[in-house]
């Protein structure tokens, strides 16, 4: 069965961090993208970050330039999404999803996990 599954997430004060993890099981990870996606509250899905199989970075929302960044550990079968100076705003649902490359649509993406909750406050 191909799986996601996210973890690291948690309650944070503002202007703190956190590590997501996204581990991979049933497939091998470092042949796909893997994109990072959020869903706050009466809200839709977005993007954060996306990582290509090349290593590749793609960056779909301006509010996390510079705060947040995505990795991966192909030996660990692993993404990873580090979030620093977090903000209220960064409240959401996160998850993670692997596609065939890092495209605008959430449609192209698939394997969704579960999501884990980021709630930033103090």
């Known amino acids: 069965q191909l799986q996601l599954v996210e973890s690291g997430g948690g309650l944070v004060q503002p202007g703190g961090s956190l590590r997501l993890s996204c581990a991979a099981s049933?497939?091998?990870?470092?042949?796909?993208?893997i994109g990072w996606f959020r869903q706050a509250p009466g809200k839709e899905r977005e993007g954060v970050l996306c990582?290509?199989?090349?290593?590749?970075?793609?960056n779909y929302v301006d509010s996390v330039k510079g705060r947040f960044t995505i990795s991966r550990d192909n030996d660990k079968n692993t993404v990873y999404l580090q979030m620093n100076s977090l903000k209220p705003e960064d409240t959401a649902v996160y998850y993670c999803?692997?596609?065939?490359?890092?495209?605008?649509?959430?449609?192209?993406?698939?394997?969704w996990g579960q999501g884990t909750q980021v709630t930033v406050s103090s």
């Open positions: 999803a692997k596609g065939y490359g890092c495209y605008d649509s959430l449609s192209y993406f698939g394997s």
């Open positions: 049933g497939f091998t990870l470092d042949r796909y993208s």
């Open positions: 990582i290509s199989s090349s290593g590749g970075r793609r």
